[in-house]
């Protein structure tokens, strides 16, 4: 579909250069005889030409700084090409410019319509940006053309994920699995969708698995944590819970879930953690209605304080 590659570029090259440099020698040698105009005018040529080779390198190779200022670029020279378009939207993606990616996939998408990859990438990115109702309908096409697609089954299982329906994402994220069983993330996802649903020993099969493979997986060491407790098996999900939080100590969902391990047996330390979780994330009231739930025996007064800052959220 594309018509040309840079890179296969220089072997067809050689046979233009060859002739240009051939012409150059022609016209060097009908100049004027004497050596020291031909001296002038050969460094001359070579210092000109040189220079030009090296500005257009330097600009070239500024191109290929990051993967979005390649894709632009590549949009700017072919702005019909919609897997331009598409690779500018997922170098935004990887960057977290979610807002970007969309506008880039979304011309994708509409230079070329039936590009199942570039509807599900655009409907994975709405995702991330909460907009759900028109990642379903780019989903619902994309599934219409090819119902076996990848991509377009592992975001429809996102997509229920993001609604907490997990039953239907369990589905999904099942036959994307199926697909791919080396796929870490999507594991992941569907440990996180059998927690929620109470499959605690399937789920803690994936965490396994996946920490076989990245045992420094923090991600993999929560949800692992969360199986656990969920089967009773306290003092295992404690030391899994504080494995993840010594690879990610700034993670509030590492903190409360060993908070809300430890409200038994250590209340104290429990009561610091909802508290440093509270600050990492303090546009939620999660951290601070466990918090006065915790508190609501031992210190009535401060848990009325918490659940006051707490219902300030809504």
Known sequence: QDLAFEHR?????A???????LLAIGLLLKLPRTALAGKVLAWGLLICSTAWLLDATIVRNDDYRTAISLWRQTTQVAAHNAGAWTNLGLAFKDKGQ???AAEALQHAVELKPDDVAARASYAG??????????AETQLQQAFELAPTDYLTILNLGNLEFARQRYIEAIAYLSGALGAKPEERGVRLCLAACLINTGQFAEAEEHC???????????DALLNLACALGGQGQTDSAIEACRSAIELGPS??????????????????????????????EPLLPTFDLALGN?????????????AVRAASYA
Request: charged share 20%.
């Open 98 to 100: 979610f807002r970007d």
């Open 208 to 218: 396994r698995h996946v920490l076989r493979g990245e045992p420094n997986s923090s």
């Open 294 to 306: 915790l508190l609501v025996r031992s210190d009535p007064e401060e848990a009325a304080v918490v």
């Open 251 to 280: 993670s509030p969902n590492a903190l409360g879930t060993l908070a809300l391990l430890l409200t038994s047996s250590n209340p104290a330390e429990a009561r610091q953690l909802y508290v440093r979780a509270a600050e990492l």
């Open 9 to 13: 570029m220089y072997l067809p090259l």
């Open 125 to 134: 990115v709405l995702i991330e940006a909460g907009e759900l109702e028109l």
């Open 15 to 21: 046979a233009v250069l060859t002739l240009l440099v």
